[in-house]
């Protein structure tokens, strides 16, 4: 919006003040509310979930709104960002509104949900953007029947939504591992010359998630909650096809992916085809990791932080090695 009323010279400057904005926005509006969030009931079946009853839950709801605005006031406005920052919204109040319920919403309603809104991602990608896409760690182009890649995106940006949900689930992990994986995505698009507008959506979002971050680092004084985690894996699947290169998801989420996907996968192979592979292995990995072999939740973080770092660093590596 104030890109209308403001001359591009101050581009920077205006770039400089929303960043800024965008955290102390959600510093200061995430402490004024998180007294009226509804309150964590504590998960049954978690490693330690106990110890989350009674703090604020939902406060995605305030990280998102607050990049919503921030996006608004300071990005450059196209009817393609218009549409997407309309469905992380959606997600987010979808995603509340499981927080704030009594009875929690049923697997198959929520995953209803998210198939919908991954369907308007792709239709919208689709109308504004080519269905040619790179594999940047091969140099090789193909151009997908804009019906498969359709359904491709769809995928990408489902499984997105669910493994980053289900990856939420420590103090300051599932924020700390989009910020990576997002901010991975900033620099896939310098090297590769795609920096566009999006480019500083990531920048606005990763400042909000740090904001909500000020709290959520071990040990937690309120938590994000569905509305905060599934709006995550939403903009994670977008920034990965805004590059061009939606591949990199897997490289760049991965972490994400096994800590979410995983348990996804047991549920799957069991519910369907009563095969026990996983049995041995508790879901999410980060509850493994803390109840089989002892790692501390700072642990946990720190060191899946530190894993996708590597991976991270590895595809920038090789994005780097193989440009003119």
Known sequence: MLHFRIPDTYDSLLALVGILFAFGITVFITNKLQGILPKDAGREYAHDGKLSAGKPRGAGIVFVLCFVAAALLFAPLKAEIIIYLILMAVCMITGFLDDASKMPWGEYKKGFLDLCVAALVAM?????NSNTIELA????????????????IVILVWVSVNVTNCADGVDGLSGTLTIISVMTLYMVDGILGRGGDFSFLILLFSACILGYLWYNATPSRLLMGDAGSRSMGLFISIAALKTGCPALYIPIALVLILDGGLGL?????????????L?????PLHDHVRKAWGWSNTQTVFRFAIIQIILSAAVICGL???MP
């Not at 919208?124 to 504004?128: A, I, S, V």
């Not at 049995?279 to 879901?283: A, E, G, I, L, S």
Request: aromatic share 12%; charged share 20%; hydrophobic share 50%.
């Open 137 to 152: 760690l091969f140099h090789v182009e193909l151009t997908i029947p804009p019906v498969l890649f359709a359904v491709l």
């Open 124 to 128: 919208t990608y689709l109308k504004y």
């Open 320 to 322: 780097q090695q193989g």
């Open 279 to 283: 049995k041995n292995t508790r879901t």
């Open 265 to 277: 996968v047991k549920v799957a192979l069991l519910r369907f085809m009563k095969i026990r592979i």
